[in-house]
């Protein structure tokens, strides 16, 4: 028996939508195809295949070209829902579009270690001392661009530096409260905050950007000035009332897609209602994908002690 037009259309749609809830997705970026990527956004997963089943699931990113509206990155969700398989991705994406990046990260079975020597990957702080330095290196080069910025500004010899001629800094903060709490003293700690809350303030004007993932979204550890600042965000996994509640002030799920790790919800053009958001995994970058990104050239400005030992 024929079925009619409708139901049909009904079974793509189920079909693809299906393989996609439950195929994970390698980075193509790794693989090196990323022709289609657009100058400026960074892509590190995908959104659902189209309502007619007829097209493939959509590349999305986190936009950070000079004229974006979300400097800054969130990526929350439970223990072991795909937070550092997250930053992994980020991470690979921006040094494939020739940013600097810089990590600190705090734990979990999933590392960063493996971006170790990865080109752009111009350091990772795995504890106290090294997330100290990880901030305090991103914030000598923050102060670093601006005044070379002014400095340019009132040079008649060269008044042609502009923030599009910066290299794009990102700074990869895997389980920020965890390596607060990793921090030896309160005076250490208040640093720490003071320093992340200028870069997120400041960061978008010197090309300076943060990717941050927390298992939890409590004020001690995230304020609401600095989770204002997180203007594109992704929450992975099973997500709880009080997470869609304070990211997108939704008092019940959507239909959420699939409560497992590296699944869920995203809004990552600006505040806006979520959509699903499927992240890329990776494999162990020096083992399976000994390729890195060509032409990778640093743009640091500062010579910071950290970066030269
Ligand atoms: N995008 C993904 N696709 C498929 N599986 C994933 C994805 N992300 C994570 N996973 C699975 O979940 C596991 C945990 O991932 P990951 O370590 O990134 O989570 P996490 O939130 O950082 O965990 P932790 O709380 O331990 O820090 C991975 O080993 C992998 O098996
Ligand atoms: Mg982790």
Redesign the pocket.
């Known amino acids: 028996m024929q079925l009619p037009a409708q139901s049909r259309q009904d079974r793509n749609r189920a079909a693809s939508t299906e393989a996609w809830r439950h195929t994970?997705r390698q980075s193509p970026l790794v693989a090196g195809e990323a022709s289609t990527v657009a100058p400026g956004v960074l892509p590190f997963g995908d959104t659902p295949p189209s309502a007619d089943g007829q097209s493939e699931p959509v590349m999305c990113g986190w936009d950070i070209s000079t004229t974006t509206t979300t400097p800054h990155l969130l990526v929350t969700?439970s223990?072991?829902?795909?937070?550092?398989?997250?930053l992994r991705s980020i991470a690979v994406s921006a040094t494939s579009q020739h940013c600097d990046v810089v990590a600190m990260h705090a734990?979990?079975?999933?590392g960063l270690n493996d971006l170790e020597g990865w080109p752009g990957v111009r350091f990772i702080g795995r504890d106290a001392a090294g997330f100290a330095s990880a901030l305090e290196v991103v914030h000598t080069e923050l102060h670093a661009r601006y005044e070379a910025l002014e400095s340019s500004r009132s040079s008649e010899a060269d008044p042609s530096t502009s923030p599009s001629e910066l290299t794009p800094l990102v700074l990869l903060v895997?389980?920020w409260s965890i390596a607060v709490s990793a921090l030896r003293d309160a005076e250490t700690v208040r640093r720490a905050f003071d320093q992340l809350r200028t870069i997120l303030g400041l960061g978008r004007f010197v090309r300076v950007h943060v990717a941050l993932?927390n298992?939890r979204l409590d004020p001690e550890v995230l304020p609401g000035e600095l989770l204002d600042q997180f203007a594109a965000r992704v929450a992975?996994g099973r997500l709880s009332p009080a997470t869609l509640l304070r990211l997108w002030d939704l008092t019940a799920a959507p239909e959420q897609v699939v409560h497992e790790?590296?699944w869920g919800l995203a809004s990552l053009a600006g505040p806006h209602s979520p959509e699903p958001i499927?992240?890329?995994?990776l494999p162990h970058l020096h083992q399976d994908a000994p390729q890195a990104p060509s032409g990778y050239a640093s743009g640091f400005i500062a010579d910071h002690p950290v970066l030269a030992g």
Not at 79 to 86: D, E, F, K
Not at 278 to 281: D, E, L, M, N, Q
Request: net charge neutral; hydrophobic share 30%; aromatic share 4%.
């Open positions: 994970p969700g223990t072991g829902s795909g937070l550092s398989t997250a734990g979990g079975l999933v895997d389980a993932s298992h992975l790790p590296g499927r992240i890329w995994t």
